[in-house]
């Protein structure tokens, strides 16, 4: 039983500490009823106008897809964080290829003009 102690007062206390934090704000809040402003919609200071389900315009849709491309870059860039002397010829070359292949992408984007803006 003694190798399970640590085990027992880890599973008493992590709820602990994740419950009392949530807890704690309850007896101090105050009723949000009583606050019509609380409870109405906020856009910037302004009323809401339109529909919350409106169509956006296809434009929007690449600029997040370009954002998102950047990421398996960073990503699989991490094998060059290990000292030059650790990395063998197929680990350097491999990622020369995955980088021209990136290059290539993005110059195919730039003459596409996929990140101009009208």
Known sequence: ???FAPICI???ISPLVSL???SV???FASNSSTYPEKLSAYECGSDPSGDARSRFDIRFYPVPILFIIPDPE???SFPWAVPPNKIDLFG???MMAFLLILTIGSLYEWKRGAS???
């Open 20 to 22: 009392i934090p949530l």
């Open 10 to 12: 880890y599973l008493v």
């Open 116 to 118: 101009d803006r009208e």
């Open 92 to 94: 350097s070359w491999s």
């Open 25 to 27: 704000p309850f007896p």
């Open 74 to 76: 960073v990503t699989f």
């Open 1 to 3: 039983m003694s190798e």
